[in-house]
Nanobody, 120 residues
Framework: VQLQASGGGLVQAGGSLRLSCATP????????GGWYRQTPGKQRELVAS???????NYRDSVKGRFTISRDTVKNTLYLQMNSLKPEDTAVYYC???????????????WGQGTQVTVSS
């Protein structure tokens, strides 16, 4: 399943955005979810993850500013991004699967990401 991220855009430093990822037919009791980002010339990196039981983890650079959540009724994965910094500029992707796969990012398929640009 290729998941499509949405909600990106251009925002000034200090601003906020909420990214969404529709996750139809995903059994959240069995799967974890992750948000990733990638800038040109760099590898995609895991930004935040949420386990099947709802435990969230973040990379150090976004702790306290980003919040990952999921709505199992709406079948949607979210990433609330506050206090955005220019270094958060990237294409953001979402994916869902076994927790180890979310941590490693070793998915076979990636959907289209959404561009987040933070101006200084």
């Amino acid at each position: 399943v290729q998941l499509q991220a949405s909600g990106g855009g251009l925002v000034q430093a200090g601003g906020s955005l909420r990214l969404s990822c529709a996750t139809p037919r995903i059994d959240w009791r069995l799967n974890a979810g992750g948000w990733y980002r990638q800038t040109p010339g760099k590898q995609r990196e895991l930004v935040a993850s949420i386990t099947a039981v709802g435990s969230a983890n973040y990379r150090d650079s976004v702790k306290g500013r980003f919040t990952i959540s999921r709505d199992t009724v709406k079948n949607t994965l979210y990433l609330q991004m506050n206090s955005l910094k220019p270094e958060d500029t990237a294409v953001y992707y979402c994916n869902v699967g076994p927790f180890r796969t979310v941590l490693s990012g070793s998915f076979s398929f990636w959907g289209q990401g959404t561009q987040v640009t933070v101006s200084s």
